[in-house]
């Protein structure tokens, strides 16, 4: 599966933006999850959401801001972002998770291109 994401951008504190992830075939199979990177710093886990989208799990940071979600008809997974902040300026990456459970990058693969989130304060 190829993942793709989009719907970056900038936006001013306490905005909203959502940002989408489209597979290239059928994905309902497998849980799906957001990360982000910001410059000098790791990977870190922001989402998860389980194959049939009953089951999320977040970060703390985005809790209670972020939202994520999937339309297994239209092979697309969803994070709907309000309350931005600054501090959540980074490359977003949608992928597929491989180990259950799991909120760690190297459990997760098929990593699509990243986009960019900017918010200005």
Do not use: H
């Not at 059928?26 to 049939?52: C, D, H, L, N």
């Not at 180990?99 to 760690?104: A, E, H, I, M, T």
């Amino acid at each position: 599966v190829q993942l793709q994401a989009s719907g970056g951008g900038l936006v001013q504190a306490g905005g909203s933006l959502r940002l989408s992830c489209t597979a290239s075939r059928t994905f309902s199979s497998y849980a799906m999850g957001w990360f982000r990177q910001a410059p000098g710093k790791e990977r870190e886990f922001v989402a998860v959401i389980s194959r049939s989208g009953g089951s999320t799990d977040y970060a703390d940071s985005v809790k209670g801001r972020f939202t994520i979600s999937r339309d297994n008809t239209k092979n697309t997974m969803y994070l709907q972002m309000n309350s931005l902040k600054p501090e959540d300026t980074a490359v977003y990456y949608c992928a597929i998770r491989n180990v259950y459970g799991s909120r760690r990058s190297v459990d997760f693969g098929s990593w699509g291109q990243g986009t960019q989130l900017t918010v200005s304060s």
